[in-house]
């Protein structure tokens, strides 16, 4: 569940006594359950444990997986339907004509032909090699960084298309930081992290010591790379400063960036970009390109070309032979996240697969996997959270009117995805080839590269999705002021029909409502009903607004998932926002539903409705992690951990605290003074 950044009329059913099964994990339904519950916890001191122990003392991490949670089981349940799929399509009878059966079968294929990689080494990324070593000029580095980039290989900085965050209505191509292989600029610049940066250096020279280079050549191309890529991260913002929109968007022209970084020879790396006609630019962080500017200026041609080599072998690794993929999954995946054996090729194969020919994979499977009752349920329910929000925003104490009143035209003009695209993206000129698997990836994102590029000063499409339909997440977009659900996350133990309406509204409902929440949360409340970025706000209810996420911010601070290491409020405020809105949001709309007789107020396991749906909600949060894993997210990730996204909400919340009979001063209860209401 996420923001997007520069992005069923299934008949009433008795309820069911919730059970997990004995069935294999991939084969497991992960609904709700009273099982999981350790009902030996006390609900007003750990919530979390009281609702989830059970599961969490049964569920160790898997040997392949960094982290195990209720999103990854359904994903690998998602994705056994998905391997279903690809095989069948991949030994389907091949027409003349590509379809998007063939196309993501013949992908399978190449991906899972390990013989053919092996036989291949490393000729796949030969010719892009030959071109970097043959760079003698500034103009041949840019050049051959521009090439890199039109295929999805990553280096230096980002390029972006997406609309204009302050003219929503056409496409604008954005310039943003970038270039580095570790997971963010505090890997390189933290004490902390010193073990890593030693073992990312030993990383680097294996893997080109596997290209063929000597070992003191390997070994120096490897400080090369470290060099570099610290300098790049000393001049790259912090992941809270990244979430400031306004700060983030300085439109220029191409003219003024040439005269102010003209080491760049933006004029050549744009024309062979395809946006040499683009009338301006978004730059996310200027800072950054100047930094950028005066590397290319300090360092020598001969050190740009280790450092592009390694960006093409870095992101080239996992798909090449097995030993340059073992020592990739060794560093990044071992090292990095704590995960002691690499996923099955059929696993990585089909992220793969989705990733490069997502909606072609995706029509298939939501003929499959998700039928037009679905999708009618789920608007149902998205029309129910939508009645509570904007009856909400009328009632909202703190709020003047001219500012509700610009906060409602807001919300009338939310829009909503659910399931998948109306209209499908069409493949037939990207080219599959079953012994080209490398080849492939590239020609996928190229063509995906292109699509977008050329649509810069173009009005926007807002039929587009920023998520393929097998996907578990949501997401809300600031600049087209919609929200939106794939096939993916539409399944227990999210949206159940099988399950009782108090756990439905913990699930699929409070998901619902956090999207929703978006839009008003600090970030989404900086765009205006057209998705402008523009402040819309009366400045004392600006301010009024400011202390109440300050108040989010201090409480999510003082979680502590590791000793000494605290969750990082301001990274993770939006979406602690959006948690504690959607809770709020879903509670009320199943009270209405038990006020009118729609949803009995009867027990099930023991448990009243309100209770269910708090444990409910608990559960989709279910999640262990390891501890390399877990401070990776702690450092990049503006979700907080599972844990804390469980209990930060409720223990704001009277309805929880009268459910479970959590008295003042208990742990699960917040003060008053201390106490977080926004929405």
Do not use: C
């Not at 049964?58 to 056994?80: G, I």
Request: no cysteine; hydrophobic share 35%.
């Amino acid at each position: 569940m996420a923001t997007r950044t520069p992005p069923t009329a299934v008949p009433p059913r008795a309820p069911e006594r919730s059970s997990p099964t004995s069935a294999p994990p991939h084969d497991r339904v992960p609904r709700f359950s009273a099982d999981y519950m350790d009902r030996s916890a006390d609900p007003s001191k750990d919530f979390y444990r009281f609702a989830t122990g059970q599961w969490l003392d049964r569920n160790p991490v898997p040997a392949d997986k960094s982290r195990w949670s209720a999103f990854d089981e359904l994903f690998e349940r998602n994705l056994q339907q998905v391997r279903g799929i690809l095989e069948q399509a991949s030994s389907g009878r091949r027409g003349s004509a590509p379809t998007p059966r063939t196309q993501v079968g013949d992908f399978f294929a190449s991906a899972m032909d390990a013989a053919q990689r092996e036989k291949l080494a490393f000729r796949p990324i030969a010719r892009e090699s030959e071109r970097i070593r043959a760079i003698s000029s500034t103009r041949d580095l840019v050049s051959a960084l521009a090439e890199l980039h039109r295929q999805g290989i990553p280096g230096l900085f980002r390029t972006a298309v997406a609309p204009d965050e302050k003219n929503s209505s056409i496409y604008a191509l954005y310039l943003m930081q970038g270039g580095l292989s570790l997971p963010d600029r505090d890997y390189y610049l933290k004490r902390e992290f010193v073990p890593v940066r030693r073992a990312y250096l030993a990383h680097i020279s294996k893997s080109f010591g596997l290209w063929g280079e000597p070992r003191a050549r390997a070994t120096a191309a490897a400080r090369t790379v470290l060099r570099i890529e610290t300098e790049l991260a000393k001049a790259s913002r912090s992941r809270s400063a990244l979430r400031d929109p306004e700060r983030n968007y300085n439109r220029t022209t191409p003219q003024e960036l040439i005269g102010r970084n003209p080491s760049l020879r933006w004029k050549e790396y744009l024309t062979m970009r395809g946006a040499g006609k683009a009338p301006y630019l978004v730059v996310g962080q200027p800072e950054f390109f100047d930094a950028v500017h005066r590397a290319l200026r300090t360092h020598s041609i001969a050190e740009w070309k280790v450092y592009l080599r390694w960006r093409l072998l870095h992101a080239s690794a996992p798909h090449l032979h097995a030993a340059v993929d073992a020592e990739d999954f060794d560093f990044f995946h071992r090292r990095l996240l704590g995960q002691e054996r690499p996923e099955p090729d059929w696993k990585r194969a089909a992220m793969v697969v989705d990733e490069g020919l997502g909606e072609a994979l995706g029509r298939i499977y939501v003929q499959r996997y998700f039928p037009p009752a679905a999708r009618q349920r789920m608007a149902e329910l998205v029309k129910d959270l939508r009645e509570v929000f904007r009856q909400r925003l009328e009632r909202v104490p703190w709020m003047t009117e001219e500012t509700r009143r610009r906060a409602r035209v807001k919300f009338d003009r939310f829009t909503t995805k659910i399931g998948h695209p109306e209209r499908f993206r069409d493949y037939s000129r990207v080219r599959i080839s079953r012994r080209d698997y490398l080849g492939n990836i590239r020609r996928a994102a190229a063509f995906e590269i292109q699509r977008m590029i050329v649509r810069v000063g173009m009005p926007v499409d807002r039929s587009e999705w920023q998520m393929t339909p097998p996907t578990v997440n949501a997401y809300f977009d600031p600049t087209l002021n919609e929200i939106v659900f794939p096939a993916g996350i539409l399944q227990p133990p999210f949206f159940d029909p099988a399950m009782d309406d108090a756990v439905n509204y913990g699930g699929i409902g409070v998901v619902i409502g956090h999207e929703i929440t978006h839009g008003y949360d600090d970030q989404g409340r900086k765009y205006d009903a057209d998705g402008n970025m523009r402040d819309w706000w009366d400045a004392a209810d600006s301010a009024e607004f400011q202390h109440r996420a300050q108040r989010i911010i201090d409480q999510y601070g003082e979680f502590e998932p590791l000793p000494g290491t605290h969750v990082n409020g301001e990274l993770t405020a939006g979406e602690n926002i959006a948690d504690l809105g959607g809770v709020g949001i879903a509670y009320e709309a199943l009270q209405r539903r038990i006020a009118d007789g729609r949803t009995p107020d009867v027990k099930i396991d023991g448990l009243t409705p309100v209770q269910r749906f708090f444990i409910s909600y608990a559960q989709i949060w279910r999640s262990n992690v390891r501890e390399a894993e877990l401070r990776r997210r702690l450092t990049i990730d503006p979700h907080s951990p599972g844990r804390f996204r469980a209990i930060g909400p409720v223990s704001n919340l009277p309805e929880f605290w009268g459910a479970f009979g959590v008295a003042p001063g208990a742990p699960m209860r917040r003060p008053d003074d201390r106490r977080v209401a926004i929405w």
